[in-house]
């Protein structure tokens, strides 16, 4: 089309004609293309500006204006009416009964996450270990360096820890109320500990800054790595079931020596691999670990004569296995399929 050779008024009637043509959102979507597309009739016009007459580029340019925002005048009306046309199809093939009674929304029940920690408890009061609690906001002493993680240690930088006051983090794990129960020094120590810890990183689907952690510790004389071992896979059967594929992989923590990661296949994907795996198609559900004898020596224990055992896993990456809830962050959301769902 012809800038310079255009009647206004032939164009304004080809435009009023393709107007009455749409009648639906496909014929909608073809009449915007050809008139406000990048190879449309408007754009193109526009184009041709710069080939006319200073005087009478502004009254074409005034023109092709006042017809551009009739066509996007046009097309945001008829969109508003294909929706609400939408809307209303949808409505009158949905139809409800308001007569009829509602569901009952049920009784209220224990959170995936305090359900999972009732489990681990019960699974480990028949070995004698009682639980115990500890405050969040904790003294760097209990949670760095009772636990042989010096001042010099990458996990006390401010990209990973939260600080409040000096002196005083947010925890970064529960194994600082372990060094609280060790302080006391009292054998046997069989303890349990639940709660929230936090952790200045990004979230993904199996990261979260707060979540919550299980860990217990056990120390007397004469246990074994073997020992540890036992109590685990005992742990995680009775979570997951007999027939859970269980293996450990060697892991490093400051505070125990020699370490391990007891890890399970993802019961989300069975071992295929996902989101919440990491496409590993197996779950690290914790760390483990013999006590090392640094932090035995610490709270004035011989490790030549007594031995402990530490394991520890995130009961919100637990909960989020043993009830098959897709993200760790979901567990957190307040989702009433995942408060309701995973009976077990």
């Known amino acids: 089309m012809d800038l310079q050779s255009l009647n206004f008024d032939e164009l304004n009637s080809k435009l009023h004609s393709e107007m009455d043509s749409v009648d639906s ?13 990048k190879e449309g009739v408007i754009k193109l016009l526009f184009q041709q500006l710069r080939n006319l007459e200073a005087e009478k580029k502004v009254e074409v340019a005034a023109r092709l204006n006042d017809a551009k925002a009739r066509v996007e005048d046009f097309v945001k009306e008829k969109e508003n009416f294909f929706a609400a046309e939408s809307r209303f199809k949808k409505l009158e093939s949905e139809f409800v009964d308001l ?14 996450l305090t359900r999972a920690e009732r489990v681990m408890a019960d699974l480990l009061r028949p070995f004698g270990f009682r639980n115990v609690i500890g405050p969040e906001v904790e003294k760097e002493y209990y949670c760095f360096d009772a636990l042989n993680i010096p001042p010099h240690h990458p996990a006390r ?13 947010l925890r970064t794990h529960t194994t600082s109320v372990q ?3 060790l302080q006391e020094g009292k054998l046997p120590i069989r303890v349990a500990c639940f709660g929230k810890c936090y952790r200045n990183e990004t979230e993904d689907a199996s990261h979260t800054a707060l979540f919550h952690q299980f860990e217990m510790i056990w120390v007397e004389e004469g246990l ?3 020992h540890l071992m036992g109590i685990i896979s005992y742990i995680l059967k009775g979570l997951y079931g007999k027939r859970r594929k269980i293996r450990f992989v060697p892991k490093f923590y400051p505070y125990t020596e020699p370490s391990i990661g007891p890890q399970i296949n993802c019961s989300l994907c069975n ?18 670990g013999m006590v090392h004898r640094k932090v035995l020596e610490e709270f004035k224990f011989d490790p030549e004569k007594v031995s402990g055992l530490a394991f520890g896993l995130g009961s919100s990456r637990l909960a989020s296995q043993f009830f098959g809830i897709p993200t760790i962050k979901a567990v957190y959301s307040n989702d009433i399929r995942v408060l309701q769902g995973g009976e077990k």
Do not use: I
Not at 99 to 112: C, K
Not at 157 to 167: A, I, R, S, V
């Open 25 to 37: 959102k496909e014929a909608l979507e073809l009449f915007r293309r050809a008139w406000l597309g």
């Open 99 to 112: 007569s009829l009674p509602g569901n009952n929304p049920g009784t209220g029940r224990a959170h995936p």
């Open 157 to 169: 930088d401010m990209q990973d820890t939260f600080y409040t006051d000096p002196g005083d983090v």
């Open 179 to 181: 060094a609280r129960v």
């Open 224 to 226: 074994t790595l073997a």
């Open 271 to 288: 071992g295929k691999g996902c989101p919440a795996c990491g496409g590993a198609g197996w779950v690290t559900v914790g760390g483990a």
